[in-house]
């Protein structure tokens, strides 16, 4: 544990700071020791420390990350990043625009010139780097959880054990691909040898979403550093901060100045200015499907960039009569409420069959009216604010819109009276596929439960949507499984299961919910270039 | 051997220039031995039969110490071992992937702490030179853990659209009790080639490590307890191949067996592993690897690497250019500079970093060595330099070279592994061709020329695993090294490396 480096972040402007320290220290010991509980308690103390967080001085987490170095906004404009669970500000951060993302692009290029550090080194250095970074962040995964949940509202045991895991992992797997990305050689007709060489596309724009703000970051960092391409990535303006504490750890791990570029920003502006800037050779989105169209507008007015998209989803979640029933409740209950439902792979359309569909609607009421709902730092909440007052007005619009067209709200459907921007887990039952709350991505604690008779409807309204991104099937009949798996139009099917990603499998979105895939070895060819070499020979042989 | 990745700070390696020695801690020269007993179930064994053999200093013909002999019956207690470690449901085979791929990570991270530690105890038992283990053999060490690392959750099955109603997809699984027999001449390194591929693959192993050289491969068995790898995944047995080796090869219950050595002892394991319960059989074996240079190719730097492909680590390496095939037009001046080359090479203690040549592994080796010498100069070639002991104590030799050399004679034919360098004289490529194929061996190869077309016409046709081009020695992780015909059965590195630690399952299921 780096305490120097720790209290760089944290300032020390209150005495409170060093109970967190210690904290801080003993919850990732048994974290590491697998002594869940203890660290639970520990959490649970953190907790009552944590008056002291608003005190926080986040030193140099508000700037402009370029070329290793922190710089203003060339506007000198700033916005505030504020707290969800209170709606307090948690501070102000420095707004990059256009101007910004020339000067982050400028770098970029320069990084990516030809006999540059970064173009002439050992890709299994890259990978060195990047295993390098993974360490950093389980070095600081505590400190790191905290701001995360800070700035999300997410429930810190979530952000300790699930995002900075997943983080870690990420950048662990993408580490170990470096120097794994094969070209072939290639029998090709007549007398001629042709290979491939899979090279970086170049500079890459990134837009990170706020849901999960530093898991998101690991999916785009990992496959582009992998490969070789220097990076000007833009965090959601909710959720600036873990990622530009990640910018302090890339200087540290050592990765050349100009290789990766943080701005944090609005969309319209920097977002904009990434998408079209001609100097951009790629860029990745993962957001809405609405600015998802943007982003690939301004590709095509621009130079043509390669797009690969995230975008959104309405996931359906099936339900059959022999399924195991309480685990196919409780996982479609945290298919839907996980991360307060602010996950692109919601399953937000539960299709149950016919005979089991009042007794599925009873538990998972009962289920939902159990979750409890509070301060992320309790240890015993499983669910946090909405991220911003926008996104909670938007949840409540359409819980209304549900009620107003016929929908049964089994429970929930208002903003508890607290402060922060909370919604209670609400249920709709009686769910018809041509109601708003069946078609839109709602993003919120949302949870419609749908009846279906046979296998061949519940695969037409299922597929029956804009979207493709993820899809469940629960039943113990292995040909019912596979059946409906094949059958459904998604880029995920989990199989008695839910969110089950991990950073080994692809993931990305038929139709409208995207273009291309994150993770796994696929993960790299959105980053790569592929060259062909072919050289006439004489004397050919087999 | 093995230049490559550090071509950067020590761009030759055999050369090491003064500057660079100030990045090479100093050595102790008397490093402690920590270990010397049989590593099984993550805990130190006397042998059952309490024998004991010595391992000797080759510098001095001094006895380091004393190690624990293992033979057939610690084979079956460290069988076991690995057979309960592999058993369904052990922690090993509920590990997630990545964490095995964790554990190898950080294994390579322990190496990198006591490199200097591991390259002093190298250098005491081997006998090459100090400079070479800390810059060439415990980096690749190094870098070979953290590359095998990486595959360990990327060794993926495919799903296969197979006709009728059927889902079909395979899983790559550990073959299971893996037998690895390795080498004296790169201890570290060569344990590390076995090491990474399968425990990536999840497989646990039984390896004995040479007699001549155990010490280095017993510290990194501490290391491997050190980061946390379960208990029997991985079992070492210091002994000798006719007891100890022979009882892997011929282990009902061992279900593969990789080895790396003399082509001789690889016609025994197969052997064995036939009569025995058929495991699956790696082998990397000897070569006479030719080394072609052509007229037009840049003479300073083919006369070089012509140099280094043979006498880099005392010219005991299984890949070493000992048959060099330079076209007539330049043979004398090729010859003569070679010869100068040589009688510049430095042999004498390994560990003055000047030095670049240490002795040989052993006396047994030594002796068979000066023995090809005088067959050389019996069968009518031309001693140009050397040929004779380098100093009066330790198994030291000159550098030798000998011009004129024909294809029949024995030092042409048979592996020396020693500093004694062949040199023929060819005039057309088609004829190099045929006779750089005309061996048993089919290991290594290069071909040194300024011509493209040549390059590839000659690289295309030779039988070998590897074809250097304008180069030699040029090893990395990433690339797959292992033999044609005698030298060999299967590929060591790269993704190659893991098909021999997997058995595929191919699952097809019925859909109605």
């Known amino acids: 544990m780096n305490w120097q480096r720790f209290s760089f972040c944290l300032c020390t402007a209150s005495s409170g700071c060093f109970v967190y320290k210690i904290i801080h220290f003993l919850a990732t010991y048994c974290c590491k020791q697998n002594l869940v ?52 500000k948690i501070c102000d951060v420095q707004e990059a625009d256009k101007a910004d993302v020339d000067k982050a692009v400028q770098a970029a290029r320069l990084a990516f010139s030809l006999g540059s550090v970064w173009r002439k080194m050992d890709a299994s250095e890259r990978g060195r780097l990047l295993f390098k970074l993974a360490n950093l962040v389980e070095r600081d995964s505590a400190y790191l959880a905290t701001l995360e949940s800070l700035d999300t509202g997410k429930p810190f045991l979530s952000s300790f054990f699930v995002d900075l895991q997943g983080t870690i992992k990420t950048f662990r797997y993408f580490a170990g691909w470096a120097d794994k990305i094969h070209g072939s050689t290639i029998p090709t007709d007549g007398e001629y040898f042709t290979l491939t060489r899979h090279e970086p596309i170049g500079v890459c724009g990134q837009i990170v979403p706020w849901n999960f703000p530093l898991v998101m970051t690991a ?102 009569a022999d399924a195991d029933f309480e685990l196919a409740v409780e996982q479609a209950h945290q298919g839907v409420f996980f991360n307060s439902g602010q996950c692109c792979t919601a399953g937000s359309r539960i299709f149950v069959e016919e005979p089991i569909y009042e007794e599925f609607v009873r538990r998972s009421v009962e289920r939902a009216q159990r979750r409890t709902v509070g301060n992320p730092f309790d240890p015993t909440t499983e669910q946090g604010p909405q991220v911003s007052a926008e ?82 099937v629960f039943t113990t009949d292995l040909n019912k499984a596979m059946n409906v798996s094949a059958a459904l139009q998604a880029g995920t099917v989990w199989i008695n299961c839910y969110n089950a990603l991990s950073c080994q499998c692809p993931f990305g979105g038929f139709k409208m919910s995207g273009n291309g895939r994150e993770l796994g070895e696929i993960g790299l060819k959105e980053y790569t270039e592929v060259k062909t070499i072919t050289m006439k020979m004489s004397g050919k042989k087999s | 051997m093995l230049r490559t990745v550090f071509s950067r700070p020590f761009p030759q390696v055999f050369r090491i220039s003064a500057c660079q020695h100030s990045t090479i801690p100093a050595p102790n020269v008397h490093p402690d031995v920590h270990y010397n007993k049989i ?65 190898l990570s950080r294994l390579a991270d322990c190496i990198e702490r006591d490199a200097a530690y591991l390259a002093e105890l190298e250098t005491l038992d081997n006998g090459k030179p100090y400079a070479v283990s800390y810059t060439v053999d415990v980096p ?134 036939s009569t025995s319960n058929l495991k699956k059989v790696t082998l990397e074996l000897g070569g006479k690897s030719p080394n072609i240079v052509l007229s037009d190719a840049n003479m300073e730097e083919a006369v070089e690497q012509s140099h280094f492909a043979l006498f880099f680590n005392q010219g005991q390496c299984c890949c070493a250019g000992s048959r060099t095939y330079v076209q007539e037009s330049i043979y004398d001046e090729f010859v003569e500079r070679s010869v100068e080359r040589a009688k510049k090479r430095i042999v004498g203690d390994p560990f003055n ?114 074809v250097w081009i304008n180069c030699y020695d040029v090893f990395g992780v990433q690339a797959p090294f292992g033999g044609y015909k005698a030298s060999g059965i299967g590929r060591e590195l790269g993704e190659y490396g893991l098909d021999n630690y997997t058995e595929v399952k191919t699952m097809p299921s019925r859909l109605s």
């Open chain 1, 219 to 320: 999916w785009k960092l990992g496959p582009a550093l992998s490969c070789g391409n220097t990076v000007v990535l833009k965090p959601a303006e909710q959720t600036p901060l873990t990622c530009l504490y990640i910018g302090a750890l890339i200087k540290e791990a050592g990765f050349p100045p100009g290789v990766v570029n943080i701005l944090p920003g609005y969309g319209p502006t920097a977002g904009a200015a990434i998408a079209s800037h001609m100097g951009i050779d790629k860029v990745a989105f993962t957001g809405s499907t609405e600015v998802g169209k943007l982003i690939q507008e301004a590709a095509g007015k621009s130079n043509l960039k390669r797009v690969t998209l995230e975008l959104g989803g309405k996931n359906p979640n099936i339900i059959f």
């Open chain 2, 140 to 273: 690749m060490v190094v870098k070979c853990l953290r590359y095998y690392a990486g595959w360990a959750d990327k060794w993926e099955g495919k799903t296969i659209p197979i006709d009728g109603d059927y889902f079909c997809y395979t899983r790559h699984e550990p073959i299971g009790v893996c037998g690895q027999i390795i080498p004296w001449n790169f201890p570290l390194l060569m344990q590390a080639w076995k090491l990474g591929p399968v425990l990536a693959t999840g497989n646990t192993v039984v390896m004995k490590v040479a007699e001549q050289t155990p010490l280095t491969a017993l510290y990194v068995a501490s290391l491997i307890k050190e980061v946390g790898f379960p208990a029997g995944v991985v079992n070492i047995v210091p002994g000798m191949g006719p007891t100890a080796g022979a009882a892997i090869a011929s282990h009902m219950d061992v279900d593969k067996v990789a080895f790396t050595g003399s082509t001789e002892v690889g016609h025994l394991i197969m052997k064995a592993s």
């Open chain 1, 391 to 472: 996104q909670q007005s938007r949840v409540l619009e359409l819980i209304q819109s549900g009620i107003t067209e016929g929908a049964k709200l089994e429970c929930g459907g208002k903003a508890p009276p607290s402060k922060g921007f909370f919604v209670e887990p609400t249920v709709f039952s009686d769910v018809q596929d041509h109601m708003r709350i069946a078609k839109e991505e709602i993003f919120g604690p949302v949870q419609q439960i749908m009846k279906f008779k046979t296998i061949e409807e519940v695969i037409e309204r299922a597929n029956n949507t804009e979207y493709g991104l993820a899809a469940a």
């Open chain 2, 39 to 103: 590593f099984i179930n993550n805990e130190w064994h006397d042998a059952v039969s309490k024998k004991k053999f010595p391992t000797i200093n080759p510098a001095t013909g001094e006895v380091i110490c004393h190690v624990a002999e293992g033979d057939k019956a610690d084979v079956e207690k460290a069988v076991k071992a690995a057979k309960d470690a592999f058993k369904l449901g052990s922690p090993w085979r509920r590990m997630d992937a990545s964490h095995r791929g964790l554990l």
């Open chain 1, 37 to 88: 509980v203890t660290a639970w308690r520990l959490v649970f103390i953190l907790n009552s420390s944590l008056k002291v967080l608003p005190a926080l001085c986040l030193k140099k987490l508000h700037y402009i990350f370029i070329n290793n170095e922190w710089h203003d906004s060339v506007s000198g404009k700033v916005f505030s990043t504020y707290n969800p669970a209170t709606g307090e």
């Open chain 2, 353 to 466: 970093f000047n030095t670049e040549q240490g002795p040989q592994v052993d006396e047994e080796q030594f002796q068979k060595i000066l023995g090809y010498i005088s067959s050389g100069k019996r069968e009518g070639a031309k001693l140009m330099c050397g040929g004779g002991p380098a100093a009066d104590r330790g198994y030291f030799i000159q550098p030798t070279i000998f011009g004129d050399v024909k294809d029949d004679m024995t030092i042409a034919r048979e592996e020396i592994f020693g500093p004694v360098m062949q040199i023929l004289k060819f005039k057309s490529l088609e004829e190099v061709i045929e006779r750089a194929n005309d061996s048993k061996y089919g290991l290594a190869a290069a071909v040194f020329t300024k011509n493209i077309d040549k390059a590839h016409y000659i690289s295309n046709g030779l039988r070998a695993g590897t």
